[in-house]
T-cell receptor, first 113, second 115 residues
């Protein structure tokens, strides 16, 4: 039972345009969400996070939006750059998850120069 | 070191062979985690240490998997009698705080291929 879902395995975007990566979750008790970025042959690196007490968090070109009623979060990258090409994972945790995060299956973003 | 270091980077094992995967966390990090990432999937939790204590091993898929962190720093994940379904990237992560709820730093992983 996949509790965190990324339904788009891949996404292609033109350089300079907006990239929107989506993530859905099933358990309303999740209260903390992360986005990780992963290049080939490297481990995931932390990108941005959001707590359930907020609906938006912004860090430079990256903004994460959280819609708790829809159990949906999205990552916006504006403007997209070729170096953003990577696999993006969303992850969720909550008081019931102990110290583990539940990860989605990832979305491979390609930014076309 | 500056980051989480894992060795070996790649390991090919014959089915039935035992393997040991090593993780050197960031110095001073209290918490250490092991995750398994199968091809095309997201990382899945295996086990968690706080210092030398293994506080959660609920994600270990079978009793063939064993992890230790005897001195609260380096950790080893051991897989006995490897099977083809064990083929995956094994990721280690560490965090400074006693709880990993707010994210942690991953290593580059060990890619295990069982043939």
């Amino acid at each position: 039972d996949q509790q965190v879902k990324q339904n788009s395995p891949s996404l292609s975007v033109q350089e300079g345009r907006i990239s929107i990566l989506n993530c859905d979750y099933t358990n309303s008790m999740f209260d903390y969400f992360l986005w990780y970025k992963k290049y080939p042959a490297e481990g995931p690196t932390f990108l941005i996070s959001i707590s359930s007490i907020k609906d938006k968090n912004e860090d430079g070109r990256f903004t994460v939006f959280l819609n708790k009623s829809a159990k949906h979060l999205s990552l916006h990258i504006v403007p997209s750059q070729p170096g953003d090409s990577a696999v993006y994972f969303c992850a969720a945790s909550g008081p019931f998850t102990g110290n583990q995060f539940y990860f989605g299956t990832g979305t491979s973003l390609t930014v076309i120069p | 070191g500056a980051g989480v270091s894992q060795s070996p980077r790649y390991k090919v094992a014959k089915r039935g062979q035992d393997v040991a995967l090593r993780c050197d966390p960031i110095s001073g990090h209290v918490s250490l985690f092991w995750y398994q990432q199968a091809l095309g999937q997201g990382p899945e939790f295996l086990t968690y240490f706080q210092n030398e204590a293994q506080l959660d091993k609920s994600g270990l898929p079978s009793d063939r998997f064993f992890a230790e962190r005897p001195e609260g720093s380096v950790s080893t994940l051991k897989i006995q009698r490897t099977q083809q379904e064990d083929s995956a990237v094994y990721l280690c992560a560490s965090s400074f705080s006693g709880q990993g709820r707010y994210g942690y730093t991953f290593g580059s992983g060990t890619r295990l291929t069982v043939v």
